[in-house]
Nanobody
Framework: QVQLVESGGGLVQAGGSLRLSCAAS??????????MGWFRQAPGKEREFAAA????????TYADSVKGRFTISRDNAKNTVDLQMNSLKPEDTADYYC?????????????WGQGTQVTVSS
């Protein structure tokens, strides 16, 4: 199994910044060459995609709602993936989850962290 542990959540005022980090451990060979992503779930809403990054880091994808404000990065030597969140808005308030998947175009996100809470006050 692969364990993912998020950190870095908290309370911040609108316009502020937070940096989330996710550390992978365990059978990390299962996600070798695979992409990793961040998802979020706001109160009363379904989980939604926020950002993803390829194994090499050359390819990143963002939801329109966070594009230009969030930056995803990874360090394969440390088995970590980070999400730098700038210009935060109250609507960014959510539980943020790290996810990982095996390589392959049809691979689904199989491994999930427990989540870290982000609250943006107005």
């Amino acid at each position: 199994q692969v364990q993912l542990v998020e950190s870095g959540g908290g309370l911040v005022q609108a316009g502020g910044s937070l940096r989330l980090s996710c550390a992978a451990s365990g059978r990390t060979f299962s996600i070798y060459l695979g992409s990793m992503g961040w998802f979020r779930q706001a109160p009363g809403k379904e989980r939604e995609f926020a950002a993803a990054i390829s194994w090499s880091g050359d390819s990143t994808t963002y939801a329109d709602s966070v594009k230009g404000r969030f930056t995803i990065s990874r360090d394969n030597a440390k088995n970590t993936v980070d999400l730098q969140m700038n210009s935060l808005k109250p609507e960014d308030t959510a539980d943020y989850y790290c996810a990982a998947r095996a390589p392959g175009a049809l691979s689904q996100y199989k491994y999930w962290g427990q989540g870290t809470q982000v609250t943006v006050s107005s």
